[in-house]
């Protein structure tokens, strides 16, 4: 048809066409595509406060790692060594410190230092605190079944625990004014005092007794022993006999017995024979006459 000729040219063109080629797009006349207006300027203004924040966040960081000192090996003066972290200078720990080994460098200290009080806190297996060491501002406690201090050799020098306490030094000295108290007994192979000092064992109040199973031996090599007692001072022995053996024993104040049929004329004697009572008590006589007195009441009373 004839009206339709417009028509199919233009239907003949586009079936025309060759393969491969995009058809072009017809819009009506007045329309415009893409983003006009306010929507625009808010989509630049969006893009401009995101990278004004990713500045900033590079600069934040970059800040951050200037300040800290970040390295490759670590971070400031703490460095990433094999088998842990070493520390140059001061470390403050805000709460809880683990760690298995604390070492200084060396030839330097280690110091630990706590404005209230350090705890230093041991766990068994189960999990269990085992072991506690509190120090205070003015005390220190352990808390242990069982303290040892030793030598560099390795040699016991303090033991503690809930049966016995063991001094393995050499010498064990009390340097106060008081000496040392004991409220039960005590054990030992030897007492001694210090060199140009004495030894003094006193009980102010009550009795002071001193037992050894096979040999007791007081000995003094340069002085004397004395035994002052408010009233008697024994010695006892169950199976055997009491020695005193010296180049001169000498008991003062014996009290001497008067003999009534003292032949006239007789001189008086330097010596005197040495008489005992049924009781145990010494009394001194003439040596040429009977040990009696007329007061030997007096004396074995």
């Not at 050799?153 to 000496?179: H, N």
């Not at 005193?244 to 009290?255: A, C, E, N, W």
């Not at 008489?275 to 010494?282: F, Q």
């Amino acid at each position: 048809m004839k009206g339709n000729d417009g028509e199919t040219s233009t239907l003949h063109s586009r079936q025309e066409e060759p393969m491969g080629t995009r058809s072009a797009v017809f819009c009506p006349p007045g329309f415009r595509m893409g983003m006009y207006g306010w929507r625009k300027k808010c989509l630049y203004g969006l893009i401009l406060v995101l990278l004004f924040m990713v500045i900033v966040n590079l600069a934040l960081t970059l800040w951050v790692l200037k300040v800290l000192d970040f390295s490759t090996d670590g971070m400031g003066q703490l460095e990433v060594v094999p088998g842990g972290l070493k520390l140059k200078g001061n470390a403050f720990v805000l709460d809880n410190l683990i760690a298995n080994q604390i070492r200084s460098r060396s030839g330097e200290p280690i110091v630990i230092e706590s404005s209230r009080n350090i705890t230093l806190r041991s766990r068994d297996k189960l999990g269990r605190s085992s072991t506690v060491v509190h120090m205070g501002i003015d005390s220190l406690e352990c808390l242990a079944n069982k303290f040892q201090i030793l030598d560099d050799r390795g040699g016991l020098m303090f033991s503690a625990d809930r049966r016995e306490v063991v001094v393995g030094a050499e010498t064990l000295r009390i340097t106060g004014e008081g000496g040392s108290r004991f409220s039960g007994s005590v054990q030992t192979r030897l007492v001694r005092a210090e060199s140009g000092h004495d030894l003094r064992l006193e009980s102010p109040t009550r009795g002071l007794q001193i037992r050894a199973p096979k040999e007791l031996k007081l000995e003094s090599r340069g002085g004397h022993i004395n035994a002052l007692a408010q009233n008697d001072v024994s010695f006892r022995s169950e199976m055997g006999a009491i020695r005193l053996q010296s180049s001169s024993i000498i008991v003062p104040q014996l009290p001497t017995a008067k003999v009534t049929n003292r032949q006239v004329g007789a001189r008086s004697f330097e010596v005197f024979q040495l008489c005992a009572c049924e009781n145990g008590k010494l009394f001194l006589a003439d040596p040429h006459v009977v040990c009696a007195s007329e007061n030997e009441d007096s004396f074995c009373r």
